[in-house]
């Protein structure tokens, strides 16, 4: 069956430095793959998405890369800020007008 | 602009009972989807529509049912309360096919059955 899967475990940083986040994907060729962020109690919001031609995608802090051969993306933020400590979704698209998600990882960045 | 708005915020049901799930988006868009969201779960598509009075099965669509008579109006309904669907329910559209389109979320119902 598809497998979408992000660490678990929370990623701490310290402010100023780069985070960078992985999501791996099995059993699946996905066209497009997208970035969300989830602050506690809300809903996510959309950041990033990129396509399977795109090796990757840059957007102000933001940084997705999309290894297909690998079947994985990763997810930086250069110069990270308190601000951007929140739950970080992985999503794949089906290709049947669905999105599958991965479970997030959480990002705690430290002043 | 309101966006995505689901109503109720929060319900506390007993098991058997039913209720509704209302969601509404201002952005004309002709998808919808309901998630749920469980803790180590992610998450998981319950049901989706892909425009007015359509409506599909996702990946957990059992103990729930959908109805979208109205474009901008996307209804989630549980028939008997389970405690299994205590959960955190969210309501999404897009503009189109999610292929290149972005899902635009609402803020979440927080529904528990005791």
């Known amino acids: 069956s598809q497998k979408i899967e992000q660490n678990s475990e929370a990623l701490n940083i310290q402010e100023g430095k780069t985070a960078t986040l992985t999501c791996n994907y099995t059993?699946?060729?996905?066209?497009?793959l997208q970035w969300y962020r989830q602050d506690p109690g809300r809903g996510p919001v959309f950041l990033l998405l990129?396509?399977?031609?795109?090796k990757e995608k840059r957007k102000e802090r933001l940084k997705v890369t999309f290894d297909t051969t690998l079947k994985q993306s990763l997810f930086h933020i250069t110069a990270s800020q308190p601000a951007d400590s929140a739950t970080y979704l992985c999503?794949?698209?089906?290709?049947?007008?669905?999105?599958?998600f991965g479970q997030g990882t959480t990002l705690q960045v430290k002043p | 602009n309101a966006g995505v708005t689901q109503t109720p915020k929060f319900r506390v049901l007993k098991t058997g009972q039913s209720m509704t799930l209302l969601c509404a988006q201002d952005?004309?868009?002709?998808?919808m989807y309901w998630y749920r969201q469980d803790p180590g779960m992610g998450l998981r598509l319950i049901h989706y529509?892909?425009?007015?009075?359509?409506?599909a099965k996702g990946e957990v669509p059992d103990g729930y049912n959908v109805s979208r008579l109205k474009k901008q109006n996307f209804l989630l309904g549980l028939e008997s309360a389970a405690p299994s669907q205590t959960s955190v329910y969210f309501c999404?559209?897009?503009?189109?096919?999610?292929?290149?389109?972005?899902?635009?979320f609402g803020e979440g119902s927080w529904l528990t059955v005791v």
């Open positions: 999404a559209s897009s503009r189109g096919q999610v292929s290149g389109n972005t899902i635009y």
């Open positions: 059993n699946y060729s996905p066209a497009y």
């Open positions: 990129i396509r399977e031609n795109e």
């Open positions: 999503a794949l698209d089906t290709g049947e007008g669905k999105l599958i």
């Open positions: 952005m004309n868009h002709e998808y």
């Open positions: 529509s892909v425009g007015e009075g359509t409506t």
